[in-house]
């Protein structure tokens, strides 16, 4: 099944960023982190890089289930946008791997210096805030569950 587009406002904040927060949970309760992105448009997944020693990197480990934020830094009220996601995020290898660096590596290209331990955030809830639509306005994406 097809998934829903993605609205313009939110594809337009996903490629003007490049730093989002990450939470997990886990017996030691929540945590966040900060991670340098880059979105994957046509699988409409971010691909972040963390070393698996971090505390959000075992956490990821444990329970995939993630949730964040990406957004603009603004005094002006009328000017605010931003968008919180959950999602699953994974390890990936073989071809999965493969996209994944060419893709971080396209936004990050210095990265490839470095020793980089990617991670894949496939996307499942997006509410993107936007006051430039009116104070408050929400626009809403979920991903369609396929069997």
């Not at 490049?18 to 409409?44: M, R």
């Not at 929400?138 to 396929?146: A, C, G, P, Y």
């Amino acid at each position: 099944m097809d998934q829903p587009a993605l609205h313009k406002r939110i594809r337009s904040l996903f490629r003007r960023h490049h730093l989002l927060s990450i939470a997990t949970v886990s017996e030691q309760g929540p945590w966040c982190a900060s991670c340098f992105y880059a979105w994957d448009e046509e699988k409409n997944a971010m691909v972040i890089t963390t070393d698996p020693v971090t505390r959000h990197g075992a956490e990821f480990r444990t329970n995939p289930q993630v949730a964040g934020t990406i957004a603009l830094e603004t005094n002006r009220i009328g000017r605010i946008r931003g968008a919180q996601f959950t999602g699953i995020i994974s390890e990936p290898a073989g071809d999965d791997l493969s996209r994944a660096r060419t893709v971080y590596l396209k936004r990050f290209p210095y990265a490839a210096l470095a020793d980089i331990h990617l991670w894949v955030i496939c996307l499942s809830h997006i509410k993107l805030t936007d006051n430039r639509l009116g104070f408050g306005r929400k626009i809403l994406w979920n991903r369609v569950e396929t069997a």
